[in-house]
């Protein structure tokens, strides 16, 4: 199926943050989607490198990840450019939850350039992208209705929803054992809050937590393992 666009264009209007890259304010939730310290940089620091995606790829030739919240597709992009750069020729997979998907005129200027960017339009339209090194899936909707399609036990969780005072819903208990269900043994969530209601629904849902990064101005996040990792989480 193509994609249907959603939500109004009304204030959404594209913000430089710092690293260079552009975000955008959302003015429903009355947020930014990502830091204004850089919304590439957060991507990489606060996703792709405590996941240890890298790592992963390097072991296995492949990996495969969860991205709660596509949002402008920036930790897509960033995640696929980043695996592309260190370890050629890995294959790519994975599916991305979206709740209100943008325009793709909207989202075009977050996805970089070249091959990449025209892989990431296509994926956005059709829903879905399959070419011998990236294989991707754009479940629209509420989040808690798609997690019974997801079929993949992932390497790495992206949980990257607008904050629970905002956006509650994404962040109870049942939405964490949801993710800790489809996370394959040894796999790592990562996510930019640190607030202690959130740790909590996750450890009540079985995962083991430990501190994430500071990403610029923001406080350290939250990385959360099914079962034991090596090294261990701090």
Sequence with gaps: SRAKFGGSRMGRKEVLTEDGSLTRFHPEYNEHYHSLSGAR????????????????ARTHGRIRFLDVGFGLGVNVAVTLHEIQRQVPGTRCEWTSLEKELLPLDELQPHFGSGDLAQILASFVV???????????????????DRFKDL????????????????????????VMRALWEVCGKGGIL????????????????????????????????????RGSVTPSLE
């Design 190 to 225: 990562s996510t930019y809050s640190s607030a202690a209601t959130v740790r909590i629904a996750l450890m009540e849902a079985g995962w083991e937590i430990g501190l994430g990064p500071r990403v610029g101005r923001k406080s350290s996040g939250t990385v959360a393992s």
């Design 41 to 56: 940089d957060e991507a990489l620091h606060r996703f792709v490198i405590p996941c240890r995606l890298i790592e992963f």
């Design 126 to 144: 059709d829903q879905s992208v399959d070419t011998e090194l990236y294989s991707g899936r754009l479940l629209v909707g509420d989040a808690r």
């Design 151 to 174: 079929d993949s036990s992932f390497d790495a969780i992206y949980l990257d929803p607008f904050s629970p005072g905002k956006n509650p819903e994404m962040w109870s208990v049942e």
